[in-house]
């Protein structure tokens, strides 16, 4: 039982973790409505205005980065652009903890 139990935590935690952030947190709802083109997020391509594409979602890295445990620099090249590929790469899939600090800045989903 407690095996199981187990087994359903870890299925959980990579569901969470292959969605980034799809789910739970207060700004997805707050942000649930609305949709950004590529085109838009392009349009916030500096460290002072930060827009980061992540997955299906959009985020708003301009506060964040600044207290970014890798540093401000790593998340700058992706301002205005897909991160997925440059946060997938660097941060462990388990530590579920940044992926509900990400939540906290999501501010809509891509639109296609
Ligand atoms: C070369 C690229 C990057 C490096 C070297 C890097 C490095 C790190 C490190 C060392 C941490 C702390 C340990 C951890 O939680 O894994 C961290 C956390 C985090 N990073 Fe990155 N990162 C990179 C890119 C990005 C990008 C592109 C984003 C988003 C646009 C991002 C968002 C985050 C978030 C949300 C956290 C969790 C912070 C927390 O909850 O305290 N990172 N990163």
Redesign the pocket.
Known sequence: MLVARRTLAVLISVAAVTGIATSGASATSAAAGKSYTAAQVKAHSTPSNCW?I?KNGV?N?TA??K?????AA??EP?CGKD?TK??L????ST?T??????NQ?RIGTLKK
């Open positions: 980061v992540l985020y890295m964040f980065s207290s970014h445990s890798g540093g790593v998340i992706v991160g440059a946060f790469g660097q941060h462990s530590a903890a940044k992926y509900a600090t990400l800045y």
